[in-house]
């Protein structure tokens, strides 16, 4: 079993639709959660961090399920510029490398 | 440019072939990671240093693969006697320690043919 495991997609949204990615993760005592943007041939650049509480930044929302082991990504009113990858991203508890997911591909269109 | 910056951006290079890349990571991160992407996969990690001393190693690098940072400023990544199946982004990452937010570099796209 995969370390961090998300659908690979793609999703093919119209402009202005909400759109919804999981992850989840294997390791219970990991305590760090990001999700990352990739462009294609680009690096990877940080979104956003995720945590329990749950967190918003403008039109992206992240959340986190412990008991569940369980990440997601909510992204509202999608523009054509959200087309990337979104990589879900954890550190496990006493390691500073980040684990990556393979990813979830988004097309947004007209 | 004060980001983390790799050379060179595309290596073409015949199969059992020997290839050197370079990382300059920001200045002031003394932690510096090497990844390996693949088409489809999200990054994975092969090895970080800490200043000079090499601290975790992954499976994923085998013996042909050896990576160094003699003065805990900039970073080689050696693979020799390449493979077709070492064709892939290798990214290089810093971030200071005790800190756990990344800097990728633009990443070395190597293929082997």
């Known amino acids: 079993r995969k370390e961090v495991e998300q659908d690979p997609g793609p999703f093919n949204v119209p402009e202005g639709a909400t759109v919804a990615f999981n992850c989840t993760y294997s390791?219970?005592?990991?305590?760090?959660f990001f999700w990352y943007r990739q462009d294609c041939r680009k690096e990877p650049k940080l979104l956003m961090s995720?945590?329990?509480s749950g967190n918003e930044d403008g039109r992206f929302t992240a959340q986190l399920n412990r008991a569940s082991q369980y990440i997601s990504l909510l992204i509202r009113d999608s523009k054509l510029s959200d087309s990337a990858t979104y990589l879900c991203?954890?550190?496990?508890?006493?390691?500073?490398?980040?684990?990556f997911g393979s990813g979830t591909r988004l097309l947004v269109r007209p | 440019d004060t980001g983390v910056s790799q050379d060179p951006r595309h290596k073409i290079t015949k199969r059992g072939q020997n290839v050197t890349f370079r990382c300059d990571p920001i200045?002031?991160?003394?932690?510096l990671y090497w990844y390996r992407q693949t088409l489809g996969q999200g990054p994975e990690f092969l090895t970080y240093?800490?200043?000079?001393?090499?601290?975790?190693k992954s499976r994923l690098l085998s013996d042909r693969f050896s990576a160094e940072r003699p003065k805990g400023s900039f970073s080689t990544l050696e693979i020799q006697r390449t493979e077709q199946g070492d064709s892939a982004m290798y990214l290089c990452?810093?971030?200071?320690?005790?800190?756990?937010?990344?800097?990728f570099g633009s990443g070395t796209r190597l293929t082997v043919v």
């Open positions: 991203v954890v550190i496990p508890d006493s390691s500073y490398k980040l684990i």
């Open positions: 390791n219970s005592a990991s305590q760090s």
């Open positions: 995720v945590y329990s």
């Open positions: 200045s002031e991160h003394n932690r």
């Open positions: 240093f800490q200043n000079e001393a090499q601290l975790e």
């Open positions: 990452a810093s971030n200071p320690e005790g800190f756990r937010g990344y800097t």
